[in-house]
T-cell receptor
């Protein structure tokens, strides 16, 4: 299967600061990547769809000025949490769509655990 | 009606048994069907995908798709304690560029 990496795997930051999370497709090019958030014992929640070379599409209720997404290349998408607050503490997971074969299976990165103090 | 529904669980089976996980979807335009496994504290891992009606087997896993009944299932044969996880059913629609619509997941426990 395809490999997706995320960096960092965990991060602790102070309230009011910004944090950038990187998502890379290592062995394939991904025109579309997705960003999810998951709180403990809850379902995955799609935050936004990231398309290479164009603006991200955000889900209803997700603040695009707070969660900045940049899909600058076919292998890299970044999520920046701006002016982080403790309620932003969560598990952030990206996925990338591999369209080399089939109808485009999605593979998830290992996730980034964010703690805002 | 929710887009994707899974049997609520939790499901508990003894080691060596067959675990059966079920999923129904509401949109007849759904194109692709996936099963992900998620261990506690980890991200989802793709274990099976199926696009056509019928069965698809991969090792101990069999995915079954019935588009007429809008039903997809996952069978795990010879279940092992290491199979204990939450299993997520997901579907895509042709109109939404690969976006996954997830069920809430079924928690499976395989006891020795």
């Amino acid at each position: 299967g395809a490999v997706v990496s995320q960096h960092p795997s965990w991060v602790i930051c102070k309230s009011g600061t910004s944090v950038k999370i990187e998502c890379r497709s290592l062995d394939f090019q991904a025109t579309t990547m997705f960003w999810y958030r998951q709180f403990p014992k809850q379902s995955l929640m799609l935050m936004a769809t990231s398309n290479e070379g164009s603006k991200a599409t955000y889900e209803q209720g997700v603040e695009k000025d707070k969660f900045l997404i940049n899909h600058a290349s076919l292998t890299l998408s970044t999520l920046t949490v701006t002016s982080a607050h403790p309620e932003d503490s969560s598990f952030y997971i990206c996925s990338a769509r591999d369209t080399r074969q089939g109808l485009g299976e999605q593979y998830f990165g290992p996730g980034t655990r964010l703690t805002v103090t | 009606q929710k887009e994707v529904e899974q049997n609520s669980g939790p499901l508990s089976v003894p080691e060596g048994a067959i675990a059966s996980l079920n999923c129904t979807y509401s949109d007849r335009g759904s194109q692709s069907f996936f099963w992900y496994r998620q261990y506690s504290g980890k991200s989802p891992e793709l274990i099976m995908f199926i696009y056509s009606n019928g069965d698809k087997e991969d090792g101990r896993f069999t995915a079954q798709l019935n588009k007429a009944s809008q039903y997809v299932s996952l069978l795990i044969r010879d279940s092992q304690p290491s199979d204990s996880a939450t299993y997520l059913c997901a579907v895509t629609r042709g109109s939404t560029l690969g976006r996954l619509y997830f069920g809430r997941g079924t928690q499976l426990t395989v006891w020795p």
